[in-house]
């Protein structure tokens, strides 16, 4: 096994503790909390995956909590009721989720109310609503009714 960071080492110390006193693992906020510094719980995620991938731990997945396992004393966090991790389950997506993007038709904008909209933005030099006839005089003509 390779050497381990500062980081990784502080992550794999606050493991094996949950472990050794059969506590839920902890989260990857209370963690980055436990690491200090500018740790985020993106980078602290990846940090229990790099243990995994090392050889130190062994993960067992569920859908909002994990099991970790420490290789060397074999003792794991406790578990905590919940449903497997769909990752876990042969890469299935779970149920009610669907891989393809879901088209939905979304109506022009004229069409939500009946009403054609009406351009009401003011002119950014002058304050002088575009709908307001005959405009201002800084090129941004006002418009009446647009679609």
């Known amino acids: 096994m390779r050497e381990l960071l500062q980081r990784e080492a502080r992550v794999l110390r606050a493991l094996e503790w949950a472990a050794a006193l059969a506590k839920p693992c902890p989260t990857n906020i209370e963690l980055a909390d436990l690491v200090g510094g500018h740790a985020t719980a993106r980078r602290i995620s990846q940090i229990v995956g790099d243990l995994a991938d090392a050889g130190y731990i062994r993960l067992q997945r569920f859908s909002a909590s994990r099991v970790v396992t420490i290789v060397a004393t074999g003792k794991s966090t406790a578990p905590i009721a919940g449903t497997p991790h769909w990752s876990t ?22 069409d939500i109310d009946g009403r054609p909209r009406v351009n009401r933005d003011p002119c950014p030099r002058c304050g002088v609503r575009r709908d307001a006839v005959p405009g201002c005089g800084h090129g941004y003509v006002g418009e009446r009714l647009t679609c």
Request: charged share 20%.
């Open 89 to 110: 389950d042969g890469g299935k997506w779970p149920p009610g989720r669907s891989v393809a993007p879901v088209h939905r038709h979304v109506p022009p904008p004229s």
